[in-house]
């Protein structure tokens, strides 16, 4: 969260890292946080071109669409692997809870939109 004297707190503080800003715009755009909203890409919000024009009209650099969609597939590849880790620990014992015994169906889910986002199927 930002504020006028910049960072005031961070929401998902366990995956906080600095790094490019395209890949928040991967992350938030990944089709997994638009809960059956998939005609708006943006967290299931709202469309890209008001997220780019929002973000370089707040002073943010101009938005390359193709390094988005880069960052969008690697975000998916991520979310995977966060899916298959937290079903390992379900099923090894090690944090049993049924929220993540459902993340090995989320996997196959996630494997899907990202080959169809790869064969450029959809975004």
Same mark, same amino acid.
């Given at each position: 969260?930002?504020?006028?004297?910049?960072?005031?707190?961070?929401?998902?503080?366990?995956?906080?890292?600095?790094?490019?800003?395209?890949?928040?715009?991967?992350?938030?755009?990944?089709?997994?946080?638009?809960?059956? =909203?998939?005609?708006?890409?943006?967290?299931?919000?709202? =469309?890209?071109?008001?997220?780019?024009?929002?973000?370089?009209?707040?002073?943010?650099?101009?938005?390359?669409?193709?390094?988005?969609?880069?960052?969008?597939?690697?975000?998916?590849?991520?979310?995977?692997?966060?899916?298959?880790? =937290?079903?390992?620990?379900?099923?090894?014992?090690?944090?049993?809870?049924?929220?993540?015994?459902?993340?090995?169906?989320?996997?196959?889910?996630?494997?899907?939109?990202?080959?169809?986002?790869?064969?450029?199927?959809?975004?």
């Amino acid at each position: 969260m930002l504020g006028p004297a910049g960072i005031v707190a961070v929401l998902d503080w366990e995956c906080a890292h600095l790094g490019p800003a395209l890949e928040e715009f991967g992350w938030l755009c990944m089709r997994s946080w638009r809960y059956g =909203q998939v005609d708006k890409p943006v967290g299931g919000m709202g =469309q890209r071109a008001e997220l780019y024009a929002a973000y370089e009209a707040n002073g943010g650099a101009p938005v390359d669409d193709d390094a988005v969609r880069w960052w969008e597939v690697f975000a998916t590849l991520r979310w995977a692997v966060i899916n298959m880790m =937290q079903v390992d620990g379900h099923t090894s014992g090690v944090r049993r809870s049924l929220p993540f015994a459902c993340c090995g169906r989320n996997t196959a889910m996630i494997e899907y939109d990202m080959l169809m986002m790869i064969d450029g199927r959809y975004r």
